[in-house]
């Protein structure tokens, strides 16, 4: 009976040896990345697995001798022999190939690639899953960010290393959940954040979008960049693929496609690899990053799982992004990101009212989870150095304190600066305009420290060159913040430029120009009380109800032939409408910030003049209306317009009237978006107009020469007015428009790049611009303009 119970025993023992589970890590032996995707097989059958995106694997029955051989594109094969010591955990450590290919212009394995690809373009919208009735999931997402050493002396990585106290740089963790409704409804709540060094991180909501969700749609951007994705309609003419490998089981097949652009194809384009699944031909993984290298490199993987034996559905996300030259080239900073998705539930029976157009929000408990919530949540367990990370950073955040930095933060993206109770208000700080030469002055507003439901502001400013005061002050009520709900009381004594009422107050941004070369300006005093709220998502409202009194700083004299004067008061009812149509926000940093629309964005602007209320001289309805899209198009570029209209049904006083649409000035010889660029700043004058401004930008399309890759823009300019009463407005020098205004321009960014903080460049180009048509001048010289430019790029 002994001798029975031993044999069985052992046969345990074997059996329980013989189908031992296998995990391990495949990685590359120089930098101990881990290589996702990499195909590891017992070998002399047709068993295999495939790493994920991090790198593991595991053999659920890997039996005593047997031979585990792991390939991965551009590597030599490794190959690892099972025994009793080494079967726990294995590192497959895989050396770069140095071998190179030859050169095939057109092979039969190129030629079955193109069909593969063929088929999953052709399936694209059945396998997209943002093309799904609807979903639902959660996320746990990690990212560190790190300096990478590329020193070839490893004494200097351990000092290094030893500096920053042998923890990362920089380590944040959330928790998310989403909800989607086709075909563009999306809403993800971050219920959990925690970010070293930070008790109160209000931006990490923004660390939820450094990747596309999919792999489907026809442009993948990184980084305001839209590069061709390479399973668009067309790609085949854009790209060249080759199967690199061939993996097979029971029920289906996997092909492992490179890619790259073709040469001599000027196009934003990637590289990387494709792993075709036979079952629906869908993207099962993928690894991209730019084909080209520029200041900061990205590369991604995406790993897809079969949910329901029918839909290919997102199940880890990575990506790497790399300063190259920041801080400097043998150092450069990373940052290194992971989501796992569980939890998915598809084609579930939402409703639209479950969704806003806030598509992240931050949970205001999201920093205040316990350990015992992370340890449900987290997908994989904090690493010995990244629990050094959180004690290190958060202790060197709390003696520096960093959330005062971020408060900082803030109140920039606002325009202002804070101080304890108030906020300087840096819109109002340092003025320059042709008028003043420089306003000296600054403005200043309570905060959330003296009152959340009030603000108190108001300004002072010294003009140099006028030698005149201005000042002005203003109470806000905050009635809801959901809303953006605010009651408000003004009061100024300000100057503003002719012609800029209305819409043109649209275009008041940090890169707009134009305010520069102002000189021509009317002086008002001025009281009002407003309203401003946001209503059914998309439109912003913006009411005022005001009584201005205004005098011209120009020699100027208004007569209609019943009155003559040359200051008046204005009472007025003033209406400003912006609708964003589907417009998406981040909630971040204690504000909304718009990701923008891919629909138009239309702005009107309606005032209406009371004649007797409040001793009004003037009694007119003036509307103006504008409309703006960019359309992006695949191999195209981008498009880009400006329509502008407005009308007077009165003889008013030129300040009141359109004007100030041109920005031609010798003396500042930058392009100004949306303004004749060949027209000085008063040239005409109108009380009914119309303008369009349109221009395509042709990106990186028409020249690429290594470094040297200019970006060409073409524009066409064109516009209409006309002037009731001429013989109204007194002792100024005005023209009218009553043909067309017609302008051409050439623009071509990117002549000169020079090194921005190793981070990005600053580019510099030019353009000229032909002025033709009716109001040609007689001299051709006269016609032309020539202008610079200034932008900021990654390439």
């Known amino acids: 009976m002994k001798y029975k119970f031993a044999f069985f025993v052992y046969l345990f023992l074997n059996i329980s040896y013989g189908q031992a589970l296998l995990q391990g890590t495949v990685v590359d032996k120089e930098t101990k990345q881990p290589l996702a995707f990499a195909n590891l097989s017992i070998k002399n059958t047709n068993i295999y697995v495939m790493s994920d995106v991090n790198g593991k694997f595991t053999f659920t029955n890997v039996s005593k001798n047997e031979v585990i051989v792991c390939s991965y594109v551009g590597y030599e094969i490794g190959e690892f022999q099972v025994n009793e010591e080494n079967s726990k955990k294995v590192v497959f450590e895989l050396t770069l190939s140095h071998n190179e290919l030859p050169v095939v212009v057109v092979n039969a394995t190129d030629y079955l690639a193109n069909q593969i690809i063929t088929k999953v373009i052709a399936n694209k919208e059945k396998n997209n899953p943002e093309h799904l009735k609807s979903f639902q999931y959660s996320s746990y997402n990690k990212i560190i960010c ?379 005093n001025q009281i009002g009380v407003s309203i401003h709220f946001r209503s059914f998502n998309y439109f912003l409202w913006d009411l005022r109800l005001n009584q201005t009194k205004t005098n011209p700083k120009y020699n100027y004299e208004f007569n209609n032939g019943s009155q003559s004067y040359t200051g008046y008061k204005n009472s007025t009812l003033d209406l400003n409408l912006r609708f964003a149509y589907k417009e998406k926000f981040i909630s971040s940093l204690n504000q909304n910030i718009s990701i923008g629309t891919q629909y138009p964005v239309v702005f009107i602007s309606y005032s209406r003049g009371f004649k007797n209320l409040f001793e009004g001289n003037l009694n007119y309805n003036k509307i103006e209306l504008a409309i703006e899209q960019s359309v992006f198009t695949k191999n195209l570029g981008t498009t880009t317009y400006r329509a502008e209209a407005g009308y007077v049904d009165q003889s008013l006083p030129y300040g009141l009237l359109f004007t100030g649409e041109g920005s031609y000035d010798k003396s500042v010889v930058l392009i100004m978006k949306n303004t004749f660029q060949t027209m000085t700043p008063y040239e005409f004058l109108s009380d009914k107009y119309v303008n369009l401004f349109l221009s395509h930008n042709f990106g990186g399309l028409l020249f690429k020469k290594n470094k040297f890759q200019p970006i060409l823009s073409w524009h066409n300019n064109l516009g209409w007015g006309a002037l009731s009463d001429l013989t109204h407005h007194k002792f100024v020098a005005f023209k009218t428009k009553t043909k067309l205004f017609l302008e051409t321009g050439l623009q071509v960014d990117n002549l000169i790049k020079i090194n921005c903080l190793n981070i990005a460049n600053i580019g510099f180009g030019a353009g000229t611009y032909y002025r033709y048509g009716y109001y040609a001048n007689p001299e051709f010289k006269d016609n032309l303009v020539f202008k610079f430019t200034l932008n900021f790029s990654i390439k």
């Open 146 to 524: 790190d300096y990478k050493s590329l020193s070839e002396n490893k004494n200097d990585s351990i000092k290094f290393r030893k500096k920053i106290k042998e923890s990362h740089f920089f380590m944040m963790e959330s928790v998310t959940e989403r909800k989607f409704m086709s075909p563009d409804l999306s809403n993800e709540v971050v219920i959990a954040t925690r970010v070293s060094g930070f008790k109160d991180p209000t931006f990490a909501s923004i660390a939820t979008d450094f990747q596309p969700f999919s792999f489907y749609n026809d442009n993948i951007k990184f980084f305001n960049v839209n590069y061709l994705n390479p399973i668009s309609k067309g790609s085949i003419k854009k790209y060249k693929f080759h199967i690199e490998d061939t993996l097979t089981n029971e029920k289906d097949t996997i092909y492992i496609i490179s890619y790259k652009p073709r040469a001599h194809k000027n196009f934003d384009g990637l590289k990387g690899l494709l792993y075709i699944n036979t079952k629906k031909y869908a993207v099962q993984n993928v690894i991209a990053s730019p084909a080209e290298k520029g200041r900061i490199d990205i590369k991604i993987q995406q790993k897809y799982a079969l949910n329901d034996e029918e839909y290919w559905f997102p199940e880890q996300l990575n990506f790497a992004i790399q300063l190259n030259d920041y801080p400097n080239p043998k150092r450069p900073l990373t940052l290194d990101g992971k989501t796992y998705i569980t939890n998915v539930k598809l084609n579930l029976p939402l409703d639209k009212k479950q969704f806003s157009n806030q598509v992240v929000v931050l949970d205001e408990h999201a920093a205040a989870r316990d350990s015992v919530f992370w340890d449900k949540h987290r997908v994989e367990s904090l690493s010995s150095i990244d629990k050094k990370t959180y004690r290190v950073i958060d202790s060197i955040g709390a003696k520096m304190n960093f959330d005062s930095y971020l408060s900082i933060m803030e109140k920039l993206m606002q325009n202002r600066f804070p101080l304890k109770y108030v906020d300087i208000d840096l819109s109002k700080t340092l003025m320059v305009n042709k008028y003043e030469n420089l306003r000296i002055g600054t403005g200043f507003y309570t905060n959330d420290r003296f009152a959340k439901k009030i603000s108190i502001g108001g300004f002072l400013g010294y003009g140099i060159k006028d030698e005149q005061v201005k000042y002005g002050g203003e109470v806000i009520v905050k009635v809801s913040k959901k809303n953006e709900f605010n009651l408000g009381l003004q009061y100024q004594n300000n100057l503003i430029e002719t012609g800029y009422l209305g819409i043109q107050s649209s275009l008041n941004d940090f890169f707009n120009f134009r305010k520069f070369i102002g000189y021509q300006y009317d002086q008002f």
